[in-house]
């Protein structure tokens, strides 16, 4: 867009004699230049940045003036200048079970679980809500769905077949609370 004639540059000042009372400190302002003023663009704009016109309808009009070009400079978030770098989290170990909703896996350490749909679906339900108590009949609710004709000992029996097939390692990651249902306890590592 270097064959533009000249920029409408984007600046903190804006016209008039008091720019302090126009805008709140820290918001950027456009302001009218003379070709000769506007450096190219390759000189202002940082690396990776593109720029292009702005749209007419956010541009300010000014009553008896010429109409306002402006420019819209866009950067990518890790080349904005100012930017903060993101807090430094602490290292988290990769959870044991991993489940992929998209792809409709899960696997434990790394190693695929052969699932039939109820059971994935019974463990991707249990694995979303950490920590979390579901009675049998909430269970039945959710992941069979609300017309299920059965009993809770549908739950345990699907329950039993998860806990096999994390093996011995995870099972207890699968915690029964008695007389109510189950929940997810993921093993610290």
Do not use: C
Request: glycine share 8%; net charge positive.
């Amino acid at each position: 867009m270097s064959n533009v004639p000249h920029v409408q540059s984007l600046t903190t000042t804006a016209p008039g004699p008091a720019p302090a009372a126009a805008a709140p400190a820290g918001r950027q302002r456009l302001r009218a230049v003379r070709p000769d003023e506007a450096p190219p663009a390759p000189d202002f704009l940082p690396p990776g940045a593109t720029w292009m016109p702005a749209p007419g309808h956010v541009l300010p009009t000014v009553a008896g003036g010429a109409p306002m070009v402006g420019y819209l400079v866009l950067v990518p978030a890790e080349h904005a200048p100012n930017a903060a770098p993101p807090p430094a989290e602490p290292p988290q170990a990769l959870p044991a079970v991993r489940i992929d909703q998209e792809r409709r896996t899960a696997a434990v350490d790394g190693r695929a679980l052969d699932l039939t749909y109820l059971e994935f679906e019974l463990l991707a339900h249990l694995v979303a809500h950490p920590h979390r108590v579901h009675s049998r009949d909430q269970l039945v609710t959710t992941v069979w769905g609300y017309g299920h004709v059965g009993d809770g000992r549908t739950v345990d029996v699907h329950i039993a077949r998860l806990r096999r097939k994390l093996g011995a390692e995870h099972r207890g990651s699968i915690v029964t609370v008695r007389r109510v249902g189950y929940k997810y306890a993921p093993q610290a590592r």
